[in-house]
T-cell receptor, first 112, second 116 residues
Framework: RKEVEQDPGPFNVPEGATVAFNCTYS??????FFWYRQDCRKEPKLLMS???SGNEDGRFTAQLNRASQYISLLIRDSKLSDSATYLC?????????????FGKGTHLIIQP | SQTIHQWPATLVQPVGSPLSLECTVE??????LYWYRQAAGRGLQLLFY??????ISSEVPQNLSASRPQDRQFILSSKKLLLSDSGFYLC???????????????FGSGTRLTVV
């Protein structure tokens, strides 16, 4: 059974701080990995893909550890607008045609 | 550019009534299409996916059905709604082909369904 596990939080973090959270996945054959952001009562939106070598997009850094089957997201200099639920997402070995597997999300609250 | 439209945004339906949610994609051809449901406080659950016209795969047995009458149109239906069908329904599309998942999926704005 395909599973993606995340700490639901909430993570309460002061503005300007650095926050990191992880996600573990059970399918060792998963090929693609993503972080999505979901605002309250809105649809999920792709935040960034996660590459094997790790990748950075502005204040956001994503890491993949295939050996331990976990993915991480680091947010530096957090802003109030970063408050959201962050979903960890993986595809299966088939490349994702039959659906992405979503974690239940980590709720992040940035406090002024 | 590609866009995905989903309607209605909000729906309140009595138990036992029928359901029809529609999703259309513009700006691309032969997309893979998906219906997900997100129940309150829970993760996204894949309900159906389609890799082409008339091709529907079901992930979870339930009283819902899906159809793809046209290349860029995906419809979610039910003949008789249950209370447990309440949730946030999301349509999504991805590129067709071997690397269909490599770029993630793009979601519509969702339909919030309350069955009363």
């Amino acid at each position: 059974r395909k599973e993606v596990e995340q700490d639901p939080g909430p993570f309460n973090v002061p503005e300007g701080a650095t926050v990191a959270f992880n996600c573990t996945y059970s399918n060792s054959a998963s090929q693609s990995f993503f972080w999505y952001r979901q605002d309250c009562r809105k649809e999920p939106k792709l935040l960034m893909s996660v590459y094997s070598s790790g990748n950075e997009d502005g204040r956001f850094t994503a890491q993949l550890n295939r050996a331990s089957q976990y993915i991480s997201l680091l947010i530096r200099d957090s802003k109030l607008s970063d408050s959201a639920t962050y979903l960890c997402v993986v595809t299966d070995s088939g490349g994702g045609a039959d659906g992405l597997t979503f974690g239940k999300g980590t709720h992040l609250i940035i406090q002024p | 550019s590609q866009t995905i439209h989903q309607w209605p945004a909000t729906l309140v339906q009595p138990v036992g009534s029928p359901l029809s949610l529609e999703c259309t994609v513009e700006g691309t051809s032969n997309p893979n299409l998906y219906w997900y449901r997100q129940a309150a406080g829970r993760g996204l659950q894949l309900l159906f996916y389609s890799v082409g016209i008339g091709q529907i795969s079901s992930e979870v047995p339930q009283n819902l059905s899906a159809s793809r009458p046209q290349d860029r149109q995906f419809i979610l239906s039910s003949k008789k709604l249950l209370l447990s069908d309440s949730g946030f329904y999301l349509c999504a599309w991805s590129r067709h082909g071997r690397l269909t998942g490599a770029y993630g999926y793009t979601f519509g704005s969702g339909t919030r369904l309350t069955v009363v």
